[in-house]
């Protein structure tokens, strides 16, 4: 799965990006067994995973203040 862009993001109701941020958490804990295992394959997922989820808290944060 590649980054999350900010055009796609601004179009997602609330509850789409927090169905996203569970599905994303779910990779990260996953990511991490696989590290601890050293069954990684691209250890720079975890990032990726890591600041997708910070941009769509950020997202989520926004159109919070909106309303």
Do not use: G
């Amino acid at each position: 799965m590649a980054k999350y862009k900010s055009k796609d993001l601004l179009t997602k109701t609330k509850d789409e990006l927090k169905d996203r941020i569970q599905f994303l958490r779910k990779e990260q804990f996953n990511l991490r067994f696989q590290k601890i295992n050293s069954q990684i394959q691209n250890t720079a997922r975890i990032r990726i995973v890591r600041r997708s989820i910070a941009k769509i808290l950020t997202f989520v944060k926004q159109k919070q203040k909106e309303r």
